[in-house]
């Protein structure tokens, strides 16, 4: 056999092993989170995100801030005595040397965290839990340290869309967000990895689609709505993203580490006895929104406490993900948004406008402006054209950017000459 092809094909088994690592990865997760959940919270005959009000306040206080003990106690364990454990962007862009035992234990903390009620994203469970595995197996291949990068870079996206069930945004992440990095190798590994990690979702849970909205309709008024919405709320998102960019990193060895966590954990359970929505990774926030009766008082009360709780938790240095909170973040603004603009202009569509209020905090805070657009699509069931009233906002907030940095740049450099 001619070696190139040889190579390929060996190659495409690689992209195909890691995609369904990610799958399976992704799945079992799924089913330890309902475990933990039901251990937590007790039973509960419907879906945990949609019961989450019904649970008695002690008890949901209580798991928090066993949740707090948890996480404290064992990153705390995993600095002290553990190999270090990296972000995937370093393991990818600095060839750092991946420790699958430290990788592995640390999103199964995240994952067990926030299925006790921690109000950071699980979708980070996945990604370092696949990104471990997957890497334990490259060992027994020859590869260049570029090629391992690229396969743990898909390793890690394609969980990340085997959870969410968004194999189109998935790709799209990959390349925007971890690679960052346009290429023909790059867009056809991040395919083909997403693809397969969610067929073997689909295959073993069926394929469901997680915040399902019958097919959304717009108007004009929604596109004028959508581009002031990005310019004028982008602002209040940026300011968010700089606070928790500034959080300095917490040495997880240190006895501090450990009241700090446990602290942030009861400062959450207190503000879960008033806003139980806010525990999780934000589904039951986000689907509050969208299908719970509209109260605004209550509603802008839930933004504030999830916004609260999941800075407070990032600053004590507890670890998890970005994308569930930030889509349940700006649905509540633009529902606020919407229901604002509703009583004094022509009617939009609510529900549009939490999506779009959704799609814009996530790409935002996540960077990744382009597989947002996507993301939302997919995970809504939502046909590809109702991405434009999303990438209207998104190239608002994105314009509003610039010219904000324009200005800044402008008002330093004027400051030098004078």
């Given at each position: 056999m001619n070696k190139s092809i040889e190579n390929q094909l060996r190659w495409l088994a690689l992209l195909l092993l890691t995609g369904i690592t990610a799958g399976l990865v992704a799945s079992t997760l799924t089913v330890l989170i309902h475990l933990i959940q039901t251990l937590s919270f007790g039973n509960h005959t419907g879906a945990f995100s949609l019961e989450i009000a019904d649970i008695s306040p002690f008890r949901r206080s209580l798991a928090v801030i066993c949740a707090g003990l948890v996480a404290a106690f064992g990153w705390y364990t995993l600095g002290k005595y553990a190999k270090p454990f990296y972000t995937i962007k370093a393991i990818v862009h600095?060839?750092?040397?991946?420790h699958p035992m430290s990788q592995f234990f640390h999103g199964i903390l995240q994952l067990v965290t926030v299925s006790m009620g921690s109000p950071l994203g699980r979708e980070g469970a996945s990604r370092e839990v696949s990104v471990a595995l997957t890497a334990s197996w490259l060992h027994f291949f020859q590869l260049t340290k570029e090629e391992?990068?690229?396969?743990?870079?898909?390793?890690?996206?394609a969980a990340l869309g085997a959870v969410y069930n968004a194999p189109l945004a998935t790709l799209i992440f990959i390349l925007e967000n971890i690679l960052l990095k346009w290429s023909k190798r790059n867009f056809l590994s991040a395919t083909i990895t997403s693809f397969m990690a969610v067929w073997t979702v689909r295959l073993i849970s069926g394929n469901e689609v997680q915040y399902?909205?019958?097919?959304?309709?717009?108007?004009?008024?929604?596109?004028?709505?959508?581009?002031?919405f990005g310019l004028i709320i982008a602002i209040l998102i940026f300011a968010y993203k700089a606070l928790l960019t500034a959080i300095?990193?917490?040495h997880l060895a240190s006895s501090k580490y450990i009241y700090m966590v446990v602290a942030s954990f009861m400062l959450a359970a207190l503000l879960s006895i008033a806003f139980p929505q806010i525990l999780g990774n934000g589904k039951a926030g986000l689907l509050f929104f969208l299908h719970a009766k509209q109260d605004l008082p209550y509603t802008s009360g839930l933004l504030l406490a999830k916004a609260v709780a999941v800075y407070v938790t990032f600053y004590a240095g507890t670890y998890g993900g970005k994308i569930a909170p930030s889509m349940m973040m700006g649905g509540g603004l633009g529902l606020l948004a919407a229901v604002f603009w509703n009583s004094f202009l022509p009617d939009i569509s609510v529900a549009f406008a939490i999506v779009i209020g959704a799609a814009l905090f996530l790409?935002?805070?996540?960077?990744?402006?382009?597989?947002a657009i996507f993301f939302l699509v997919e995970i809504t069931g939502q046909p590809l054209w109702n991405g434009l009233p999303i990438a209207t906002a998104i190239l608002a907030a994105l314009a509003c950017q610039k010219l904000a940095q324009q200005m800044i740049k402008k008002d330093r450099s004027a400051r030098t000459i004078s």
């Open positions: 600095e060839h750092t040397e991946t391992i990068s690229l396969l743990l870079a898909c390793a890690s996206g399902f909205l019958k097919p959304l309709s717009w108007n004009p008024y929604l596109f004028v709505w959508a581009c002031l300095p990193k917490r790409a935002i805070i996540n960077n990744i402006p382009i597989a």
